[in-house]
């Protein structure tokens, strides 16, 4: 049956890697045999509408597969597929984030020495451990109030009460788009990450060791200091980041989470070009400032042009890069425009 293959493909994608084809193994035989039961009482093979049904008793794949999963205590299996995706979502920002962070930092630096890259270096575990800690607590927090009965969360970290097997993408999908369409534990992490991204974006101002770590304090007492304009900078990233969010909701809440969204994506990608040209259009391309100009100017002088030099070279290329980007997703969209056009009218 074509519908109980897709049905265990999805299953699949949940599954730990290392037992996935036993697993799958295990479960076909199962419901095979189920299956082979249901049509013998029957005395003729289900009917499509009846294999939806009958599958939709089983579960969705994601709670099917997170009975596989190794028992959790702080978390449960439910929620654990999204809590582990999310983890490495947060614990792959943020290596990327503290990376580029230290990079900057010791671009900047006086004279900067091996000491600052090994200090660097032993401090992102610290960093992952932060980032683990908080979804940790978070997804602990969401367990222990569905355990509890505050709140339910169906919607959110178990399938959608209006999921069906006819949803499933069909066989070879994946192979023909060149890509793996979503899973249902993705989406959610999406959500979740962005909501959390979001706020966290937002306590930066306030709070700048949680984007900059130890290397705050050093900005206090650097002879450097930023430059107005990454205030418009700041804000333009975070309504970036609450349209990205409301785009995600509605698509998670609507069911169109695994369907391609070409013309959102390529919104979103212009809509970066704001922030880069905000760094742009700097007056003076100044992005960076010395506290004390009287003082410091024949001291840091050049180190302060080279910094202004490389962030504005740095908008350009990103730019470029967005808009490279934008071109390409045009001639997608026309060529597959005209492919389909072409079948149709085969």
């Not at 289900?46 to 939806?52: M, S």
């Not at 919607?155 to 209006?162: G, T």
């Amino acid at each position: 049956m074509e519908l109980l293959d897709r049905y265990l493909e999805a299953v699949r994608k949940h599954l730990p890697w290392q037992r996935q084809d036993d697993i799958v193994a295990e479960l076909r035989a199962n419901l095979e045999s189920q299956l082979e039961e249901k049509e013998e009482a029957l005395g003729r093979p289900l009917t499509p509408v009846e294999a939806e049904a009958w599958l939709k008793q089983l579960g969705s794949p994601i709670q099917v597969a997170a009975g596989y999963q190794p028992q959790q205590y702080l978390i449960g299996p439910n929620i654990f597929p999204t809590y582990r995706y999310v983890l490495k979502l947060a614990c792959s920002w943020a290596t990327i984030i503290y990376s580029i962070l230290t990079v900057v930092q010791l671009f900047v630096a006086q004279s900067p020495s091996n000491n600052a890259l090994l200090d660097a270096a032993l401090h992102l575990p610290w960093v992952l451990f932060m980032a683990a800690a908080w979804v940790t607590i978070i997804f602990a927090a969401m367990e222990f109030a569905v355990m509890r009965g505050y709140v339910k969360l169906p919607a959110m970290c178990a399938p959608s009460p209006h999921w069906t097997p006819g949803n499933l993408p069909p066989l070879g999908h994946d192979a023909a788009s060149g890509k793996k369409p979503p899973s249902y534990a993705k989406a959610v992490a999406e959500v979740v990450f962005g909501i959390l991204f979001l706020g966290w974006l937002l306590l930066i101002p306030q709070h700048p060791w949680l984007m900059m770590g130890p290397g705050a304090s050093w900005l206090k007492t650097s002879p450097f200091e930023l430059a107005p304009v990454w205030v418009p900078f700041f804000w333009c990233a975070v309504a970036m980041n609450i349209v990205q969010n409301g785009w995600n909701i509605e698509a998670l809440l609507s069911g169109r989470w695994q369907r391609p969204q070409p013309i959102k994506q390529a919104i979103f990608k212009a809509l970066g070009l704001v922030p880069a040209a905000v760094i742009l259009t700097a007056p003076g391309r100044i992005v960076v400032l010395l506290r004390h100009p009287a003082t410091d100017q024949a001291q840091y002088g050049l180190q302060l042009d080279a910094i202004n030099h490389y962030f504005h070279w740095s908008a350009e290329v990103i730019c470029a890069l967005i808009i490279l980007q934008l071109g390409w997703g045009a001639v997608q969209l026309t060529l597959n425009s005209y492919r389909k056009r072409a079948a149709a009218m085969r």
